[in-house]
């Protein structure tokens, strides 16, 4: 398995992520610049685009990636109302484009997605939106806006509580079961769990 990352996409600097495996690929979120995706993908083929969670600056990219590769776009029951909608997905908010995407498949939490020979595992992870996903594929977990390096997602932009987003960050490491992993987040460098539980002013709580 190969992890590509497109780092700072955007006026938000959003992360993607190329997951390869052989031909097959999958995106983790798609922020903009689809072209910029393609080009990425070189020979590769995406099979589906997984988002995170439903804010404009993790789907913008996502209808015309699958208008232009067939790929499928996959989220979360309770997010999917925002592909549709430029005040759910806070495209209003924030004053942007917005760019709907029809078509997509919801997935639910403690699903097991698979291409090719790579499995991802849903893990619902509710606080900054309430649909809020993590992906988690051997030793790599896709955090999305949940658990950053040195932060934890905002909760003021349709999420729920900040003790929802704890207790989401609680159950990675509880799926963890001890081992170190790697995080790859929605925004920033890369981090892991150990480092975070040492370090993350906001993770006091699960130190105990």
């Known amino acids: 398995m190969n992890i ?3 780092p700072n996409m955007g006026d938000f600097g ?3 992520y190329i997951v390869s495996s052989g031909s097959t690929a999958v995106l983790i979120d798609a922020p903009c610049d ?4 393609i080009l990425k993908l070189g020979d590769l083929k995406l099979e ?4 995170t969670h439903g804010h404009v600056d993790h789907i913008s990219a996502v209808g015309e990636l699958k208008e232009k590769t067939g790929c499928k776009v996959m989220i979360s029951h309770e997010d999917e109302p925002m592909l549709h909608s430029s005040r759910l997905c806070r495209a209003d ?3 942007v484009p917005f760019y709907p995407c029809e078509g997509a498949e919801c997935f639910s939490d403690s699903d097991e997605l698979t ?11 509710k606080g900054h939106t309430a649909g809020s996903v993590s992906f988690i594929i051997e030793d790599t977990i896709f955090s999305g806006d949940t658990l950053f390096a040195g932060s934890i997602g905002r909760i003021d932009i349709g999420g729920s509580s900040f003790s929802d987003i ?5 159950k990675l490491y509880k799926l963890a079961d001890g081992r170190n992993m790697r995080v790859l987040s929605g925004h920033g460098p890369e981090t892991d769990l150990y480092s ?4 993350n002013p906001y993770l006091g709580a699960l130190r105990g």
């Open 34 to 37: 689809a072209d910029r995706i």
């Open 14 to 16: 959003t992360n993607a």
């Open 196 to 199: 975070e539980l040492l370090e």
């Open 4 to 6: 590509t990352t497109i």
């Open 166 to 170: 704890i207790s989401s960050i609680d």
């Open 93 to 95: 908010y924030f004053s």
């Open 115 to 125: 291409f090719g020979d790579m499995t991802f595992k849903v893990v619902s992870t």
């Open 48 to 51: 589906a685009v997984l988002l």
